[in-house]
């Protein structure tokens, strides 16, 4: 209800009230309008586009410019189930934040789950991509080859062991996703100063934006492994 927050839903074209719903050209065009103008209230006006990928095939390149270069005090926030959904030209604009679904009733879940073989395996490849240097990273690489979903395990499970670092030198037990490994976090925390777990944090979502802007996976992960590894 607040006068400086939009929410922007998929509608149907104005000559069929029947027909398909989406984000189409004309809404754009109208929240461009809007967030041209200053904000009534609040230090920003925020713009939530909820359905994103619901957009018809014309509204992505109408979008760019605005994602781009969005007017000043503006906050503009595309809400979908999956980022693969919008072409790479809108992701990279993009800065992605993954949530979980919403835990069922009667349950709490706050962090992602640290646990299996697939976390287990993009922490391998950190650990030997820091003990091993170029070659150990040149063979992570070589090992995911064109795997874009390995890829991202990778990167995001990369991100989820740097906020761990984070989290143990802000304080000392903090919850943790790789609570399993607490001991290590706490280890790896103690040998990095926070502009090095703050540096790593900022690899990782490069690597995250890489990818979902069509860099190659392997070169993705390369580069975030050989950048990880020089903190070592």
């Not at 359905?51 to 992505?60: D, V």
């Not at 690489?141 to 984070?166: N, P, Q």
Request: charged residues 25%.
């Amino acid at each position: 209800m607040h006068p400086d927050v939009h929410l922007l839903q998929p509608t149907p074209p104005e000559s069929n009230p029947k027909g398909a719903l989406a984000h189409r050209v004309d809404g754009v065009r109208e929240l461009e309008r809007q967030a041209a103008l200053r904000p009534a209230e609040a230090p920003v006006k925020v713009f939530i586009v909820d359905e994103a990928e619901k957009m018809t095939l014309a509204t992505p390149q109408a979008f760019l410019k605005t994602l781009e270069e969005p007017p000043p005090r503006t906050v503009i926030i595309l809400i979908l189930a999956q980022a693969g959904a919008l072409p790479a030209t809108v992701l990279s604009r993009c800065q992605i934040v993954r949530f979980l679904p919403a835990p069922a009733e009667g349950t709490l879940a706050l962090l992602p789950d640290g646990r299996g073989e697939a976390r287990a395996r993009a922490l391998q490849m950190l650990a030997q991509a820091e003990t091993g240097g170029g070659d150990a990273v040149l063979a992570g690489g070589e090992a995911l080859g064109r795997d874009r979903e390995a890829a991202e395990t990778v990167v995001e499970t990369c991100w989820l062991w740097y906020r761990d670092l984070l989290a143990a030198q802000a304080h000392p037990a903090p919850p943790l996703v790789f609570a399993e490994r607490a001991d290590a976090v706490r280890a790896r925390a103690a040998a990095l100063s926070l502009d090095d777990v703050v540096r790593g944090l900022a690899a990782c979502r490069e690597a995250r934006l890489a990818i979902a802007g069509n860099v190659s996976p392997r070169l993705s992960v390369e580069i975030l492994l050989s950048r990880l590894a020089t903190a070592a």
